[in-house]
């Protein structure tokens, strides 16, 4: 396994599991995918079940009868829930979900849930979005997900097709859609297939059973108050039971709205003491009341407006104010920018609106504040209608200069380039903020064009760069180059198209990382053709080393080795040596395929003296892991070891979590392979560890050839029969994603352990398709091994002359690709076969000689 030039790696989505040979269409071909057993419970999206909950059991009971499979009521797996605002509909929709989800072999697939926010225009997510979502909850790989929004609806439904054939049935829950528009594409094509929708419209013409949810019943709604204080205050809290009928005041005078009810109880717990008979007083008077009452619904807009008149002129101000966030929640550091205040009178203000219910706060830890849909359009129309145009432009830059300030400032502690900005007190903490702002940084950097800030999003798209690389966030990484290539494209601000070129360069780097080779490179000539143009030696070089890593990447060694030479040779003497460092390691790469090994090494410690020079230990890290590979082939097992502990300890120290996972994958193969005095059982752990490292980045690639290398070390180990489920589902796995060299590289040892096992002919026919496969790589080296495994597995079927043409083609591979060691151990088998021709002897072969190990 190896690192990459500028520090990245390569992601893909797919989850391992059950298989089910589900053929489905793909964006350009049909395409096999290796399903999970469930959806994994990370991307579901479920939100947890009220305590509280009460009053809805004959609903719960139609919906959840709706659920289960009943061949005779077609089309009432559809169920739409219905109501006005506050009603409770996603909160019966989630419970139900969450029954079902207890319910033996009700749904062993899993529940997907996914909010369309449906009544936001700017937070809506569409057909197009909402597919792309869904398929990558259900583990379909980004390469696979097509554009078209008609494609992605037919994948999308063949995949829970292929979930339900499996005995893998999941519930879709389709929350919070505004029409059925929003809607339709998301239904399956199988009308058994359960779905809940909730909506504050009925959507009548889906096909769909529609429940109508009412308020609750006078007792239940009782009842709801009590269970919140309890669940709030503690089981100690008698308020409802000490207080009968002002209990049932409250609730008449709450309309029975769970949601008014909620912020009754909600207000009651702020004060334990306080009695029912008071809040009851309190709500006596109508004006009041709907202040108390108030939630995110346009439906009782008249409770938004009472409310907000009776904020103070400063919390009003702010509530205004938050809409002009584009992201879907805010820090309280955030809100203090956007409000030209301290973050202390910031929360002053944030909590009362907290109270009641114009925002909520965000998920642990504190200090976090979100807004609902709806809410956050009425404080935009108020903030549009209220507030002068300079004054919400004035906050809309203090916003975005919070920002633009904290993603540059955090930047210059994961760029080992920068010098690091005391704003925060060190990588840790720049990476904290990083992590908890992500998604607002996004939603602002993809904002600012229509703001009339394009210059925003380039410079976040450039702070940005090194954490979507740390992170694997290449999708983000390459949504963000895209869109800032299309506004400094219509920009006529010079300076601003200035960047394209390294816009473009950027481009291709995500474009590579998520093996899209192909549209890597074309982004990556774009640029080159641009640096030359305006006569930047240096960008021109740096961008002929990330092409020449393309290049490898592509399975083209030569291409590469001499783009980097040429990157080498144009780099200015005074410029970044890191730079250098990367062209270095990008050549020992290639090098490395070539097989030209002291070359290979000499190039990595070229990059790790430059890295330690530049005190960047992430790089030097990746360059250890390379050198180690070249040492592990040529012989030197304990310098292999060696030098991949060095790469593991650099890794960790800068937080590179995929860097740990390659460093602990090849250590674990160097263990075994020089048969290290820690014994197999510490190499077989280390390559358990790697691949749960790169399951849980969601790199398919990566954690293949981890899973690749756990099985050959298996073999080693004398372990064969573990080792062929494993190698069996790598196979499969990578032909699934296009991915040639290491389904041939599994092939391989797969193979030997079907050899190992005695199984000769499954052995043979895995060696042939691998040699195979390495033929149309042009990869002389690996070919030549597996024709030796297969000369080996076909002396055990009797084959012997087959036998001896696969050593004597193996031989002659060997020697071209200068293993001179190999070679004679080939010319020796084929001589030593030839001679059992001639002898004729019967049956056979009970021995073998020595095997060779895929890369």
């Known amino acids: 396994m190896t690192g990459s030039d500028d520090r990245h790696g390569i992601h893909n989505t797919i989850s391992g599991g059950m298989y089910f040979s589900a053929v489905v269409q793909g964006a350009h071909a049909n395409v096999t995918l290796q399903l999970p057993a469930t959806v994994p419970a990370a991307l579901t999206g479920l939100p947890a079940p009220s305590p509280a909950f009460t009053g809805r059991e004959a609903e719960e009971e139609s919906l959840l009868a709706a659920v289960r499979p009943d061949p005779s009521s077609a089309g009432a797996a559809r169920q739409v829930i219905a109501g006005l605002p506050g009603v409770g509909k996603t909160e019966l929709a989630v419970q139900v979900a969450h029954r079902a989800l207890g319910a033996a072999d009700l749904l062993p697939g899993g529940v997907l849930f996914i909010d369309l926010f449906g009544y936001d225009d700017r937070r809506r997510v569409g057909p197009h979005r909402a597919l792309g979502s869904l398929l990558r909850a259900l583990a379909v790989p980004h390469e696979h997900v097509p554009e078209d929004v008609g494609e992605r609806a037919g994948l999308y439904r063949s995949v829970l097709a292929a979930y339900a054939a499996g005995g893998r049935r999941i519930l ?51 009842e709801l108050v009590g269970r919140n204080l309890r669940s709030i205050v503690g089981p100690a809290d008698t308020r409802v039971a000490d207080e009968p009928a002002a209990a049932a005041e409250l609730a008449d005078l709450c309309g029975r709205l769970p949601l008014a009810l909620s912020v009754v109880s909600a207000l009651l717990a ?185 210059e925003a999003l380039v410079r976040l798209h450039s702070s940005l760069l090194e954490f979507h690389s740390l992170r694997r966030h290449f999708d983000e990484y390459a949504e963000l180059a895209v869109a800032a290539l299309g506004a400094v494209r219509a920009s006529q601000d010079p300076v601003l198209r200035g960047t394209e070129s390294s816009i473009l360069n950027n481009l291709g780097t995500a474009r590579r990382e998520l093996r899209l080779f192909e549209a890597a490179s074309a982004s990556y000539q774009e640029a080159l053709a641009l640096h030359e143009r305006d006569g930047d030696p240096f960008a021109a070089a740096a961008t002929l080393t990330n092409l020449g890593l393309t290049y490898q990447q592509m399975n083209r060694p030569e291409e590469a080795v001499d783009l980097l030479r040429q990157a080498l040779d144009r780099y200015p003497p005074d410029s970044d040596p890191r730079a ?146 494993p190698l069996e589902s790598v196979v499969e796995a990578s032909r699934r994603t296009g991915d040639p060299h290491t389904a041939a590289m599994a092939l391989t040892n797969l193979g030997t352990a079907l050899e190992l096992t005695g199984l000769y002919e499954d052995a043979v026919r895995a060696q042939t398709d691998s040699v195979s496969l390495y033929r149309q790589l042009g990869e002389r080296h690996h070919e030549a091994k597996a024709l030796f495994n297969l000369g080996l597995a076909l002396r055990h079927t009797g084959g012997l002359a087959a036998a001896q043409d696969a050593f004597h083609a193996s031989a002659t591979a060997f020697r071209e690709s200068g293993d001179e060691y190999l070679h004679t151990q080939a010319l020796r088998l084929h001589e030593e076969t030839g001679r059992w021709r001639t002898q004729q002897l019967p049956g056979r072969l009970r021995g073998s000689g020595p095997r060779t190990p895929g890369p």
């Not at 239904?187 to 009548?204: A, C, F, K, Q, Y």
């Not at 108030?294 to 009472?306: G, Y």
């Open 172 to 222: 879709v829950v389709l929350d919070n859609a505004m029409d059925s528009a929003q809607v339709r594409p998301l239904l399956p094509g199988d009308p058994d297939i359960p779905v809940l929708i909730t909506s504050r419209h009925t959507l009548s013409d889906l096909g769909a059973r529609v429940l109508d949810l009412s308020v609750l019943g006078r007792q239940a709604a009782v």
């Open 270 to 454: 702020d004060v334990p003491t306080r009695p029912l008979h008071s809040m009851a007083a309190a709500l006596g008077d109508a004006r009041r009341r709907l202040q108390r009452l108030s939630r995110e619904d346009l439906a009782v807009r008249a409770a938004f407006d009472l409310s907000y008149r009776h904020l103070a002129p400063d919390q009003a101000r702010l509530f205004r104010l938050l809409a002009l966030n584009p992201g879907p929640d805010l820090s309280t550091e955030a809100v203090a920018a956007l409000a030209g205040a301290e973050p202390w009178d910031a929360e002053d203000l944030l909590l009362p609106l907290a109270r009641g219910h114009f925002i909520e706060p965000g998920p642990p830890p504190y200090g976090r504040w979100r807004m609902h849909d709806l809410m956050r359009l009425y404080a935009d129309e108020l903030c549009r209608a209220q507030d002068e145009p300079g004054e919400r432009e004035a906050a809309t830059d203090r916003l975005y200069l919070y920002y633009l300030a904290g993603a540059q400032a955090a930047d210059t502690h994961v760029d080992a380039g920068l010098p690091p900005d005391p704003h925060f007190a060190g990588r840790e903490a720049a990476l904290a903020w990083l992590d908890a702002e992500r998604h607002n940084l996004r939603a602002a950097a993809l904002a600012a064009p229509g703001l009339g800030r394009p």
């Open 580 to 725: 250098r460092g990367m062209a270095y390691n990008n050549l020992g790469k290639a090098l490395h395929d070539l097989r030209r090994l002291p070359e290979a090494s000499e190039a990595f410690a070229e990059d790790i003296a430059i890295c330690r020079t530049a005190d960047d230990r992430r790089g030097e890290g990746t360059a250890l892991n390379n050198l180690g590979m070249v040492l592990r082939d040529m012989g030197q097992y304990g310098a292999a070891a060696e030098a991949h502990e060095d790469a593991l300890a650099a890794a960790e120290e800068t937080g590179d979590l995929y860097g740990a996972g390659l460093a602990l994958a090849n250590s674990g193969l160097a263990l075994a392979m020089g048969r290290d005095e820690r014994g197999p059982q510490e190499a077989v752990d280390r390559l358990t560890r790697a691949l749960e490292i790169l399951d849980s980045l969601g790199d398919e690639h990566m954690a293949a050839q981890a899973q690749s290398q756990l099985g050959l070390v298996l073999i080693r180990c004398g372990r064969a029969p573990e080792a062929i489920a």
